[in-house]
């Protein structure tokens, strides 16, 4: 069969995997018409597959279709795998399609990447997950900027393993905002993990939340660092009278 109307039978059958398959194998393949049988399709994996494994592939025209179809993971691949790409526009489209797993991702994968922008937008979705993820995973952090947008998300259990996780972390003033979300959880867990916590304030915080407290006030007498910690504050109740 013609190989044009093998692309006019991949169309018309909406087949992007024979499309695919077709012009991996075979000879004399008009790149540009399956190409833009490929992006007419409409499948976004497949868009990614051409652009990685194609002998010849237009990626701007692949980007530009990934971005009319708002897929966020595979304009996160094609950032990966394909030869040529804009980093700029891709980067522009996960901003504003505002997927916070792709944003972060992209920020560990990809050769050329806005961490400054792509960190604000983390905030700006509202996800404190991402913006721990990425003072964890990504080459380049702003620690100070991040330790400042997650005190502003209040996420007590990320401001916790960032404490616990992070190379940089301002513990007086993340335990500050710790103490103000009232979570006995990470407020213990804290205790068993940053390297500067003050016990006294925590335990009278564990003492004062009587609905929560009471489970990690039980563990805190079993755990060492917090057990240690307790006996010392008893020590000096002790000696004040």
Request: aromatic share 16%; hydrophobic share 40%; glycine share 8%.
């Amino acid at each position: 069969m013609d190989i044009r109307e093998t692309i006019h039978e991949c169309v018309r059958d909406q087949d992007p995997a024979r499309l695919l398959r077709t012009c991996c194998d075979a000879p004399g393949i008009d790149y540009d018409a399956a190409g833009q049988a490929m992006r007419r399709i409409g499948d976004p994996e497949h868009i990614f597959s051409a652009g990685r494994d194609w002998a010849r592939f237009d990626h701007a025209a692949g980007l530009a279709r990934l971005i009319e179809m708002k897929s966020a993971e595979f304009i996160h691949k094609a950032g990966i795998f394909w030869k040529t790409f804009d980093y700029q526009v891709g980067m522009r489209a996960l901003i504003e399609l505002a997927d916070p797993e792709y944003l972060y991702r992209a920020g560990r994968f990809w050769k050329r990447y806005d961490h400054a922008a792509a960190l604000e937008a983390l905030a700006g979705i509202g996800q404190a997950r991402y913006v721990y993820y990425a003072g964890q995973e990504w080459k380049t952090f702003d620690y100070r900027r991040g330790f400042e947008l997650l005190m502003g998300l209040g996420s007590a259990e990320f401001i916790f393993y960032a404490g616990a996780h992070w190379k940089e972390f301002d513990y007086r003033a993340g335990y500050e905002r710790l103490l103000r979300t009232g979570s006995a959880e990470f407020m213990y867990k804290a205790g068993t993990l940053w390297k500067e916590f003050d016990y006294a304030r925590a335990w009278k915080s564990l003492e004062l939340d009587v609905q929560y407290g009471a489970p990690w006030r039980g563990k805190a007498f079993r755990q060492p660092l917090w057990r240690r910690a307790l006996k010392q504050i008893w020590l000096e109740e002790v000696n004040a009278t």
